[in-house]
């Protein structure tokens, strides 16, 4: 399966490895809602194996594959969560509180830059959804 990297620096970051301990992996089938917008959200998620689709008022913000997380805004800031996930196959991801989120922040700084990269790529996209929806 094709994984997905960061180049931070010219360290690669492959979250696939950092959370390889499949015990604490979570199944969802193919069809099946991971989260809803505006549900509170406490977790945020790892893709090991799989394809999410991520729906803003049931329109394709993002489809996300292994390596990606999604998520995230719910253990930075405690609103509501700004999207909706939905497994497109079926997918095993690996939860992870805010308590593991801020640990691997402060423990381990590639960690840090890569979140930071994966927030700008999605205002981005925010940003070009936005674009298009005024459109038309």
Do not use: W
Request: charged content about 25%; proline content about 6%.
């Amino acid at each position: 399966p094709k994984r997905d990297y960061f180049d931070i620096g010219g360290l690669m970051m492959d979250l696939q490895d950092l959370f390889r301990n499949p015990e604490f992996y979570v199944p969802f089938a193919a069809g099946q809602t991971i989260f809803k917008e505006g549900d509170t959200g406490d977790l945020m998620y790892v893709i090991i194996e799989g394809q999410v689709e991520i729906q803003i008022r049931g329109n394709v913000l993002a489809l996300l594959g292994p390596g990606e997380v999604l998520g995230e805004m719910g253990v930075i800031d405690p609103e509501p969560r700004s999207a909706t996930a939905v497994a497109l196959t079926n997918c095993r991801l690996a939860p992870m509180n805010q308590k593991r989120f801020l640990l691997l922040i402060q423990q381990t700084p590639d960690f840090a830059l890569h979140m930071l990269r994966v927030l700008t790529k999605r205002l981005r996209q925010m940003d070009a959804y936005i674009v298009r929806s005024e459109q038309g």
